[in-house]
C-alpha cells in the first residue's frame, strides 16, 4: 500500500504561480509512474500530466503543456507539479496518483494509489 498526501494548493491571481507537492508514504523509486489529474466542479477527472519513474518521460495535457512542469525527487520520495501562468479554467482539485507500471498513463483507471486532492483556484 502506498499513501500520497498532496499540498500547495491555494487562491492565486491569473497569471501567477503555484507548486504542488505530494508526498508518499515508501519509497518513490518502488513505485514506477506517477501523475496528477484535475477534476473542476460538475467535470470528470481529468489528465493533466505524467512522469516516469527516471523522469526522463514526461507527457501533459494540451490544455497545460508549456505552463505546467512535472517532477519528481525519488531522494525525497516527492512529486511535484510546478503550474505557471495559471488560468482561471485551471480551477480544480488536483490530485496526485501512482502505479506500478512503468508506463506512463494518462488514463486514471489505470492507477492505483490516490491522495485526497489540494484545492487550487485561480481568480480571474
Known amino acids: 500500500q502506498v499513501q500520497l498526501a498532496e499540498s500547495g494548493g491555494g487562491l492565486v491571481q491569473a497569471g501567477g504561480s503555484l507548486r504542488l507537492s505530494c508526498a508518499a508514504s515508501?519509497?518513490?523509486?518502488?513505485?514506477?509512474?506517477m501523475g496528477w489529474f484535475r477534476q473542476a466542479p460538475g467535470k470528470e477527472r481529468e489528465f493533466v500530466a505524467t512522469?516516469?519513474?527516471?523522469?526522463?518521460?514526461?507527457n501533459y495535457a494540451d490544455s497545460v503543456k508549456g505552463r505546467f512542469t512535472i517532477s519528481r525527487d525519488n531522494a525525497k520520495n516527492t512529486l511535484y507539479l510546478q503550474m505557471n501562468t495559471l488560468k482561471p479554467e485551471d480551477t480544480a482539485v488536483y490530485y496526485c496518483?501512482?502505479?506500478?507500471?512503468?508506463?506512463?498513463?494518462?488514463?486514471?483507471?489505470?492507477?492505483?494509489?490516490w491522495g485526497q486532492g489540494t484545492q487550487v483556484t485561480v481568480s480571474s
Open positions: 512522469i516516469s519513474w527516471s523522469g526522463g518521460s514526461t
Open positions: 496518483a501512482a502505479r506500478s507500471n512503468w508506463s506512463t498513463s494518462s488514463k486514471a483507471n489505470e492507477y492505483s494509489y
Open positions: 515508501r519509497a518513490t523509486s518502488s513505485i514506477w509512474t
